[in-house]
């Protein structure tokens, strides 16, 4: 039995919804002591979310879809001057892929030894900024 379709007219009665933003409550990661413990939300939640997309190398884990992740394998290891210009890039390319990521702006590179560099930057997102600094590089922590 074929169900029967019902016609709408598009008017005046027509409401449009749009798509409700996923919360962002989540599992708190003691990334430290290796352990999940409780639950966070808003800023802490995204300071877990992009601590992890910056941990996790793009394309390397099938778990993750292929928007998830940072190529850093693309960048280091190249000159500085390359790797100074690089790494705003994909940084700013990984943290864009989640929708509650509005920006990443005020990047400052430095270069701690011939190997490793310290990235700063702001996060900009619905809940606010988030200031983010990182050691980059084949020596970093």
């Known amino acids: 039995m074929i169900p029967n379709a019902t016609t709408v007219k598009i008017g ?15 599992y708190k990661i003691d990334f430290d002591a290796g352990r999940v413990g ?3 939300d808003e800023t802490e939640a995204m300071k877990q979310a992009i601590y992890k997309i910056l941990q ?31 790494i ?5 390319e990984a943290l864009l892929a ?3 990521i509005t920006d990443v702006t005020d990047f400052e590179v430095t270069q701690v030894d011939k190997r490793t560099a310290s ?11 988030i200031p983010i600094e990182r050691e980059v590089g084949d020596n970093a922590v």
């Open 88 to 92: 705003k890039r994909v940084i700013t």
């Open 98 to 100: 989640d929708s509650r």
């Open 56 to 86: 996790t190398e793009r394309f390397a884990y099938l778990i993750y879809s292929w928007n998830y992740g940072i190529e850093l394998d693309a960048v280091v290891g190249k000159s500085y001057q390359v790797f100074e210009s690089e």
């Open 12 to 26: 005046e009665d027509l409401e449009v919804q749009t798509a409700a933003e996923a919360p962002s409550r989540t």
């Open 38 to 40: 409780g639950f966070c």
């Open 119 to 129: 990235v700063k930057f702001t996060a900009e997102t619905i809940f606010g900024e």
